[in-house]
């Protein structure tokens, strides 16, 4: 039974992948502090996080600084639940940088 000690289905492999994922999370989705400027949304038919990072940055390569400040949302996917309430934060230059010092000090 020794191969399969080491394939997708032991215990250690399944544990070895779950820290690997919650360090690349951690990395990926730093915490933002919440601001008095934050700007809250309710998520109508169509509602993306791409498309409300271009909206509200003119970037839709920013969607990931919405997702990091909404860590409740769905992680596998851009798409909103209708009705959902989205905090954007508005500052997304101050989140950039915090997420620079983040990777500096690892």
């Keep these: 039974m020794s191969r399969y000690n080491n394939n997708i289905f032991s215990s250690k492999f399944i544990l070895d992948t779950e820290i690997k994922r ?49 860590p409740e949302l769905r992680s596998d996917s851009l798409n909103l639940n209708i009705g959902t309430q989205v905090r954007i934060p508005k500052n997304f230059q101050s989140v950039i940088l915090l997420l620079q010092e983040q990777l500096k000090s690892r």
């Design 22 to 70: 919650q360090y690349y999370i951690s990395l990926i989705n730093p915490e933002i502090p919440r601001q008095s400027d934050d700007i809250y949304v309710v998520s109508t038919v169509n509602d993306r996080l791409d498309l409300l990072a271009f909206k509200y940055y003119q970037n839709s390569t920013y969607w990931w600084i919405i997702a990091a400040a909404n």
